[in-house]
């Protein structure tokens, strides 16, 4: 059974870089499957981040783009996202996640992490 | 981007009654790849649908997706007490992937 639990700060001052870490068990990421990683602001829906494959393809929203990385350490079967210039605007619960078919980076999301919240302030 | 609309915002109903949930893409969505989840208050979305009408492994069968084009629909055929919930669509059909707003299901 596939399971995944984000890990990072709780808080991040503005300005900064917000760097978390998703944990896999149950399945090897080096195996296969696009992961991604969704946020949602208190209170609000959903907005995707991005989507990553193993040998290195990565897919970013566009509104997103200039400010995210994510990035992977199979020997740790973990995978990261870092979002640079932080503002209030990026408070949110961060869920990491795997998508379903796992063939190409546009897919629905079948197992999600319990999420973690991040809160950018001073 | 494919903006997506769901109405209405907020639903409610009795147990045992219908829920027809709707979800309106400003273009439209490739191959019918449209996705629906459920979330519950502190928990993570759940997949219910994917490529519009397929139920998740595990999904009773009272749920159930329909639609093409722009117009999607998740349908409840008989509400059971746990089916109360915030519902939203996704559209992975073009990048980037978008969701819905969200309709919030209560028990009237």
């Known amino acids: 059974q596939v399971q995944l639990q984000e890990s990072g700060p709780g808080l991040v001052m503005p300005s900064e870089t917000l760097s978390l870490t998703c944990t896999v068990a149950?399945?090897?990421?080096?195996?296969?499957?696009?992961w991604g990683w969704i946020r949602q602001p208190p209170g609000r829906g959903l907005e995707w981040i991005g989507n990553?494959?193993?040998?290195?393809?990565?897919y970013y929203n566009p509104s997103l783009k200039s400010r995210v990385t994510i990035s992977v350490d199979t020997s740790k079967n973990q995978f990261s996202l870092n979002l640079s210039s932080v503002t209030a605007a990026d408070t949110a619960l961060y869920y990491c996640?795997?998508?379903?078919?796992?063939?190409?980076?546009?897919?629905?999301?079948?197992?999600w992490g319990q999420g973690t919240m991040v809160t950018v302030s001073s | 981007e494919i903006v997506l609309t769901q109405s209405p915002g907020t639903l409610s109903l009795s147990p045992g009654e219908r829920a027809t949930l709707s979800c309106r893409a400003s273009?439209?969505?490739?191959?019918?790849?449209l996705a629906w989840y459920q979330q519950k208050p502190g928990q993570a979305p759940r997949l219910l649908i994917y490529g519009a009408s397929s139920r998740a492994t595990g999904l009773p069968d009272r749920f159930s997706g329909s639609g093409s084009g722009t117009d999607f629909t998740l349908t409840i055929s008989r509400l059971e007490p746990e089916d109360f919930a915030v519902y939203y669509c996704q559209q992975y059909g073009s990048s980037p992937i978008t969701f819905g707003q969200g309709t919030r299901l209560e028990i009237k």
């Open positions: 273009q439209s969505v490739s191959n019918i790849y």
């Open positions: 990553f494959y193993h040998s290195g393809s990565n």
């Open positions: 996640a795997k998508v379903l078919d796992g063939s190409y980076y546009l897919d629905a999301f079948d197992i």
């Open positions: 149950g399945y090897s990421i080096s195996s296969g499957y696009f």
